[in-house]
């Protein structure tokens, strides 16, 4: 994953996101059935999506150029013998015990600030762009919501790709 450049998949959920909240008809014709309460699901998923993103693109960062073991080698997992392992979604625990959390702790409050600002911000520009969509708190605490559910999920998920 090394030609990767940073932070480009948070760029592309971002850029993806903004067309979909800001453009006035951005899936034209679709006819999806919905359900009531179908938009705070899609609100929650696009910026659990961006939380996700930014976590991913700023452990490559930090594993490229500053991690405080840059040589460290990631250990592979390996269950115990005498007890199956099962995956941790517990945020307060590394992966691994000889693995230390590689993000550094403004990097961690940013990525969680940086969805939620978003999401806060885009409601404010839907209602001053008078495109037919408004600001409603609801969507910004779906915002939040899908944000919180992402921490736990992302990092399980990260914890365990070969990033380096």
């Given at each position: 994953m090394t030609h990767i450049k940073p932070f480009i998949f948070s760029a592309i959920v971002l850029t993806a996101i903004l067309w979909l909240t800001l453009s006035p008809d951005p899936l034209p014709d679709n006819d999806l059935p919905l359900f009531e309460g179908m938009d705070k699901i899609v609100h929650a998923c696009m910026f659990g999506g961006l939380y996700f993103a930014l976590r991913f693109d700023?452990?490559?960062?930090?594993?490229?150029?500053?991690?405080?073991?840059?040589?460290?080698?990631?250990?592979?997992?390996?269950?115990?013998?005498?007890?199956?392992?099962?995956?941790?979604?517990?945020?307060?625990?590394?992966?691994?015990?000889?693995?230390?959390?590689?993000?550094?702790?403004?990097?961690?409050?940013?990525?969680?600030?940086?969805?939620?600002?978003?999401?806060?911000?885009?409601?404010?520009?839907?209602?001053?762009?008078a495109m037919g969509r408004g600001c409603e708190f609801a969507d910004f605490l779906a915002d939040i919501a899908g944000v919180v559910i992402a921490i736990p999920i992302s990092r399980a998920i990260i914890a365990r790709l070969p990033l380096r």
């Open positions: 700023l452990t490559l960062w930090t594993r490229r150029h500053g991690n405080t073991h840059p040589n460290a080698p990631i250990p592979p997992h390996q269950p115990s013998p005498s007890r199956p392992s099962r995956p941790s979604l517990s945020p307060s625990r590394p992966s691994h015990p000889s693995q230390p959390s590689t993000l550094p702790l403004g990097g961690r409050i940013a990525i969680i600030a940086i969805p939620i600002i978003a999401g806060g911000a885009i409601e404010l520009l839907q209602e001053s762009m």
